[in-house]
């Protein structure tokens, strides 16, 4: 006969296994990340993110660039990625769109790679479209000396 503790544990093991197996499910379904709460605006109107803005300054060393675009409707998925019909080696030039970095090309062993690795792929786990709107939470960071605007 299993004890109470020991049927607790067994419950939340079982739930965080559950949850585990769905994350996976997920991240390997062909999920298309079109819209997200960051550039899809609020219920009480869009953002102000024009077609094309003036960089904006970073405010950290190695901070990922950022978008200076609408990314509204943007497809990346395990199969297309929207960013690289602009940004890839192949299109750039003709596009005007800055070239995707050499360090998107290399994996976590520091070897080149033919095509974008696949852990620099989801651009925008890194890359964040810049915008007008409010910030969310209140924040006291200051860039970094000589990074500010």
């Known amino acids: 006969m299993k004890s109470p503790v020991l049927k607790k544990h067994l419950s939340l093991w079982g739930a965080?296994?559950?949850?585990?197996?769905?994350?996976i499910a997920?991240?390997?379904s062909d999920v298309d990340l079109q819209k997200s709460p960051e550039v899809s605006g609020t219920a009480e109107g869009k953002v102000n993110m024009p077609k094309q803005q003036e960089k904006m300054a970073l405010n950290y060393v190695n901070q990922p660039p950022l978008i200076p675009h609408s990314i509204d409707g943007y497809q990346i998925s395990r199969n297309t990625n929207r960013c690289l019909q602009c940004h890839g080696v192949e299109h750039y030039r003709t596009t005007g769109a800055?070239?995707?970095?050499?360090t998107h090309f290399m994996d976590s062993d520091g070897k080149v790679?033919?095509?974008v690795s696949p852990r620099r792929y989801f651009c925008l786990q890194c890359h964040v479209p810049q915008t007008d709107a409010a910030p969310i939470v209140g924040n006291n960071f200051k860039p970094m000396p000589g990074f500010g605007h």
Do not use: C, I, N
Request: glycine share 6%; no cysteine.
């Open 16 to 23: 965080l296994l559950t949850l585990v197996v769905a994350s």
């Open 26 to 28: 997920f991240a390997a």
């Open 98 to 102: 800055p070239r995707v970095s050499p």
């Open 113 to 115: 790679l033919g095509e």
